[in-house]
Every structure is written in structure tokens, then in C-alpha cells.
């Protein structure tokens, strides 16, 4: 079975903390994906990377960046945190393969409170 | 754009009573489309899928028809249990483009004994 992992699944930081969430799977997979989920907004996408060192912009960037050096790990770093990125994080992996429908697996997620 | 649009929730059944949960798409090209679950506590897991037009996805006892002429996937379950009561997610996947899932803002589901 894929199995995505998070670090943490309950984190509180004060406004202005840098703040790491780390993301690893263990089914060899390129694409890693980085949500935020929230109610009545669904998921969105934060950012994506389809190789390791390679990152590509989601739908809401902005306060966000992102690291992967090795192929089964995606950190998600908030630079400053604020209390509007209080939230929950999801992280999720897929195969890449052109043309072909391929799932995402979804971590369990990460209920950040920013104070 | 491309984008998913689900009925909002929440929706309360039931034990063993019929389940539809609506949803549409607009999209350019021809999408894959998905139904995710999520149980309280847990990430999203996937419920269904179907890559092409008239394609069926089941799972679980649910299932959801690819329906090109209404730009439909709706879910359904014949007899829904309390083990049912989740979020489930309608989203797209663009054939042959982006890795990138564009989902529905969510359907909550509760089922009572």
C-alpha cells in the first residue's frame, strides 16, 4: 500500500514563526502536492513539484514556499507565519505518466493553528 | 477555467436510504474524473474514478457514470450505512496536461441509525 506520511498531525506556532511541514511517501512517486483545506473552500492547491528540485506554483502561493531535495520528501515552509494560514494541510503523491489518469494518495494531514 | 461544482451540503440520511450527490464540471479537453472520500480525522482517500465518456466507476457500492452530454459525475449509493458519513470530493483531472486535481469544495455526508 502507498503510504504518505506527515510530521505532524496537530501544530500550534505563534504569528511570525517560521514553520516546517514535511511530507514523505514511500512509493518512489514524482509528483508531490502540497493543500490547504478549509471549510466551504474545498481543497486548494498550494504548490506541486513533479521532480525532485522542481516546483511549480499552485492556486495560492502566496506566503508559502516549498523544498524537495530528495524524491520521497516535500516540505511546505511558511516563511512568517500569520493567523489567516491557520488551516489544515494536506499533503499528497501520484505516479507521473502521460495520458494516463493516475490517483493521488493523501497523507492524513496537518491541523495548523497559528496564535 | 476548469473548475468542479458539487451540491453543497450538508446532507443527512437515513440508514439504508438512496444517495445522490450532484456533480458537474466545466472543462476544456476531455477530463478524468474522481470521487474522494474523507472519513473524520483522515486524509482523502479515492472512491471512484472514470477516465472517459460513459465510463462507470464503482466502489463500496457506489458508483458514478462519465456523462459527456450533461458534463456529469454524480455519486450515488443504493443503501447508504452510518460507516458512509464522510466528506466526499468531486475533481478533474485534464487528460494528457498538468499532474493537477481541481476539486469541489466538498459534500458532507451524515448518516443516522
Known amino acids: 500500500d502507498v503510504k504518505v506520511t506527515q510530521s505532524s498531525r496537530y501544530l500550534v506556532k505563534r504569528t511570525g514563526e517560521k514553520v516546517f511541514l514535511e511530507c514523505v511517501q514511500d512509493m518512489d512517486h514524482e509528483n508531490m502536492f502540497w493543500y490547504r483545506q478549509d471549510p466551504g473552500l474545498g481543497l486548494r492547491l498550494i504548490y506541486f513539484?513533479?521532480?525532485?528540485?522542481?516546483?511549480e506554483k499552485g492556486d495560492i502561493p502566496e506566503g508559502y514556499s516549498v523544498s524537495r531535495e530528495k524524491k520521497e520528501r516535500f516540505s511546505l515552509i511558511l516563511e512568517s507565519a500569520s493567523t489567516n494560514q491557520t488551516s489544515m494541510y494536506l499533503c499528497?503523491?501520484?505516479?507521473?505518466?502521460?495520458?494516463?489518469?493516475?490517483?493521488?494518495?493523501f497523507g492524513p494531514g496537518t491541523r495548523l493553528t497559528v496564535l | 477555467g476548469n473548475s468542479v461544482t458539487q451540491m453543497e451540503g450538508p446532507v443527512t440520511l437515513s440508514e439504508e436510504a438512496f444517495l445522490t450527490i450532484n456533480c458537474t464540471y466545466t472543462a476544456t479537453g476531455y477530463p478524468s474524473l474522481f470521487w474522494y472520500v474523507q472519513y473524520p480525522g483522515e486524509g482523502l482517500q479515492l472512491l471512484l474514478k472514470a477516465t472517459k465518456a460513459d465510463d462507470k466507476g464503482s466502489n463500496k457500492g457506489f458508483e458514478a457514470t462519465y456523462r459527456k452530454e450533461t458534463t456529469s459525475f454524480h455519486l450515488e449509493k443504493g443503501s447508504v450505512q452510518v460507516s458512509d458519513s464522510a466528506v466526499y470530493f468531486c475533481a478533474l483531472r485534464l487528460q494528457g496536461g498538468s499532474e493537477k486535481l481541481v476539486f469541489g469544495k466538498g459534500t458532507k455526508l451524515t448518516v443516522n441509525p
Open positions: 513539484s513533479y521532480d525532485v528540485k522542481m516546483k
Open positions: 499528497a503523491s501520484s505516479s507521473a505518466g502521460a495520458g494516463v489518469a493516475d490517483t493521488q494518495y
